[in-house]
């Protein structure tokens, strides 16, 4: 079994900084692909970042120049450093990783139950 944990939410003002962080624990060999989501209430849920096993790194648009993805693969953790946020950034941030369990196993993907956000005055 593989558990994901967020880490960091909760309520700043416009200007301001939070950072995320996300851990998986359980049966892991390796895990590949990590990212952020979010939903906003009554929106769709959208790709925030993403962070590949070679660093690789990508972003949605409105977070671009103001988030940061990193992880470390020694605690099996993931960050997201978010800058300048906005009213906008208001939603529920999700982890989610791809993981193996063994190297004869494939990947799984799996969500972490999620942080609330929420950017006010």
């Known amino acids: 079994q593989v558990h994901l944990v967020e880490f960091g939410g909760g309520l700043v003002q416009p200007g301001g900084s939070l950072r995320l962080s996300c851990t998986a624990s359980g049966t892991i060999f390796s895990i590949n692909t990590w990212r952020w989501h979010r939903q906003a209430p009554g929106k769709r849920r959208e790709l925030v970042?993403?962070?590949?096993?070679?660093?690789?790194?990508d972003y949605g648009d409105s977070v671009k120049d103001r988030f940061t993805i990193s992880r470390d693969n020694a605690k099996n953790t993931m960050y997201l450093q978010m800058n300048s946020l906005k009213p906008e950034d208001t939603a529920v941030y999700y982890c989610?990783?791809?993981?193996?369990?063994?190297?004869?196993?494939?990947?799984?993907?799996?969500w972490g139950q999620g942080t609330q956000v929420t950017v006010s005055s």
């Open positions: 970042a993403a962070i590949t096993s070679e660093f690789g790194t």
């Open positions: 989610t990783a791809d993981i193996r369990s063994s190297s004869a196993a494939s990947y799984g993907s799996y």
